[in-house]
């Protein structure tokens, strides 16, 4: 006679049999329920484990009251996801022995919640960064365990992963100015929309038009859409508008490709008629044509340390807020260069 898989062939009747208990006890077990003295279930779950019935992890789940996952939050109404993002967040999870469920639809306060008294995360990253985000203040009043990649208004008491967009603009801003450069626009997402104040699009703009301050420049800025063919429409504008404008910024890699299709329409060549840095791949950067300057993006870090911090506030390992502002680098390639010498004849009296 075939011997039996434990493996495979094991069921809640043999559990109960073999431990001396009956079918409910196990049950209640199974589903993490009370009523079962502790005794009991520990010998319960040590036979499971011994037996290969279900993977170990679930029972340690079950011991600990927790589900080792991390839910990370990333509502689909601004930005589409950075993929390197979620991937470097997964990798740092997994190598806490946690898992990473990514969420992309808005959630209601009720929902929010619902994600930790269900018990479908322990921890949660929150994306998409509003200046003021209902949802940080809903997971402080609440005592839940979060970290934020971007940061709000007020982050007192808060922890994040955040990249200083605002500075990584200024220093574009600053290399242009050193190029000769006096007119220099700046094509950027809005950063209100439909009544929310994106943190990240708002400290761009903030380091754009402190820039310009600094250096005597006119604010040449024009907001647009995630659609290129809008982007391109209000590219051609500021250029039509600004005759004598040299270069431009765009820091958003959604905003490059219609950037790219104004300079082609218009017949422009780069940098001899202008100078282009963009927040764009580094590996795709260089297929451009010529090779677009960037202001780089660290994903893969920005990622993997906000997963660590939750993890570490969640096992008592970190203490207190952690806060950690990453510089980007401005990596200079073929986009770039000295500013035209401008036609006085196209200077607008």
Not at 42 to 57: A, D, M, N, S, V
Not at 260 to 283: H, M, T, W
Not at 318 to 332: D, K, T
Request: with cysteine; net charge negative.
């Amino acid at each position: 006679m075939e011997k039996r898989s434990k493996l495979k062939k094991m069921t809640i009747v043999d559990i109960a049999k073999a431990s001396g208990v009956s079918i409910a006890t196990v049950s209640r077990i199974l589903n993490n329920k009370p009523d079962v003295a502790e005794e009991t279930r520990q010998r319960i779950l040590q036979f499971i484990e011994e037996q290969g019935f279900t993977p170990q992890i679930a029972w340690q789940q079950l011991r600990s009251g927790r589900s080792h996952f991390i839910a990370l939050h990333y509502p689909q109404d601004f930005n589409p996801p950075e993929q390197n993002i979620i991937t470097s967040a997964a990798m740092s999870c997994e190598d806490a022995g946690y898992s990473l469920n990514l969420i992309v639809n808005a959630l209601s306060d009720n929902e929010l919640l619902s994600i930790f008294r269900s018990g479908q995360a322990d921890g949660i990253i929150l994306m998409e960064i509003l200046t003021h985000d209902r949802r940080v203040k809903l997971l402080q009043e609440h005592d839940l365990p979060f970290v934020m990649i971007g940061r709000c208004s007020d982050n007192i008491g808060l922890s994040y992963v955040d990249i200083d967009i605002g500075k990584g603009v200024a220093d574009a801003i600053q290399y242009l100015h050193a190029l000769g450069h006096r007119e220099i626009g700046f094509v950027t997402l809005a950063p209100v929309r439909q009544e929310k104040e994106y943190g990240y699009a708002t400290w761009a703009l903030q380091g754009y038009e402190n820039a310009c301050r600094q250096y005597g420049l006119p604010n040449l800025w024009r907001t647009v859409d995630l659609k290129n063919d809008h982007t391109e429409a209000e590219v051609l504008n500021l250029l039509n508008d600004h005759p004598n404008m040299t270069a431009i910024v765009v820091p958003q890699e959604i905003g490059v490709p219609g950037l790219l299709k104004a300079v082609q329409a218009k017949g422009l060549r780069l940098p001899e008629d202008l100078s282009i840095i963009g927040l764009f791949n580094d590996s795709m950067s260089e297929l451009v044509t010529p090779p677009l300057s960037t202001i780089s993006f660290p994903a893969h870090d920005m990622g993997y340390q906000a997963a660590r911090i939750l993890i570490g506030h969640m096992t008592g390992e970190l203490a207190g807020p952690q806060q950690v502002l990453l510089r980007p680098e401005l990596n200079i390639r073929r986009s770039t260069g000295p500013a035209r010498v401008v036609d006085p004849a196209r200077v607008k009296g």
